[in-house]
């Protein structure tokens, strides 16, 4: 009987948890360091300027690269009245990219101008197009670019089908109405299927921003999994303004990563280093979370806690959204006015108005 209640014990033992030591040495690491610089490629055209921790003036993926980014996220629109952010802007940037030896995220928001859980506009090219025909046109415009990136040498490692599309994309086709995810589910099939004809080893991210709770992100995954969706990796957006609490965006992550078996990313983060503005358009965001002051130490440390939570979670990644984008005039948030719209990110990123990095900020495994 000690034998039994012996071999009884240690079994437990192997299972519960030795405490937080244990547990911390269980957490993943965070293998997709990343940096979302849409933006960066029009504020440089402008003559931007950035600098790093010792002030010496330097190329922005250098100094992100230095802070410990290895991976760059560029949105693609269909045709932007700016032009930037389409196709051969995409193509040309990304020559950069991987010539810093950086990875790839390629974000497809299937639009020509943003796409968010509020808005998923269609290209007007797709306007009157139903869903039989958006389906070709989801296939065919992601194989393009996927192909076209694939032909300079400049594959795309991941791509997202989507841009936090909680109740779907290319509306009113491709909305959820009534919890009816068929017609969403046809357009991320096309997208899935066009990207591994491409290059199979490109990583499909499905990506909503559904951190803030476990019942919004099962509906939406159960939702595109019962209709025979593949996906490789879980995206999900997190500002706590927004999302709630550290400790409930844990609870999201450990729960999809479970239910789903699938990596887990947070494709978009990011906190202000202060409540002031800088040019004529006002922030999107000018209140912070208990604990983090609107400065650059709390920024610093915001990022760093979102960080840990992610990889303690079991999360493999964290992405920054535009840390580059301080304003530069010119480089406004409208596409189709992007030379008189002022920048709503400015007290965001991680770079003041004058272009020098924020010193507590960094990327860590």
Known sequence: MKKILAALLLCAAAVLPAGPTAHAASAASLTMLGADVSTAQRALDLGARYYDASGAQRDPLDILKGIGVNYIRLRVWNNPASGYNNRAKVLAYARTV??????????????DTWADPGKQFKPAAWSSHGIGQLQTDVYNYTYDVCSSLKAQGTTPDSVQIGNEINVGMLWNDGKVVNNDFT?????????????KACNGGTQVMIHTADA??????????????????????????????????????????????????????LAETAYPFTSANADSTGNSITTGCSGYPLTWQGQGAEFTAVQNTARSAGAVGVFYWEPTWYAVPGNGWDPANIGGSGDGWDNMAVFDWTGHLNPNVRWTP
């Open 98 to 111: 991987k010539a810093k030896g950086l990875k790839l995220l390629v974000d497809f928001h299937y639009s």
């Open 183 to 195: 017609n969403l589910s046809l357009l991320l099939k096309a997208g899935y299927n066009a990207t």
């Open 212 to 265: 803030d709770s476990d019942a919004n992100a099962r509906w939406f995954y159960d939702g595109i999994r019962a209709k025979g969706v593949s996906w490789d990796i879980t995206g999900l957006s997190y500002y706590c303004m927004w999302h709630g609490t550290l400790s409930n965006l844990s609870s999201v992550i450990a729960d999809v990563r479970s239910r789903y078996g699938k990596p887990v990313v």
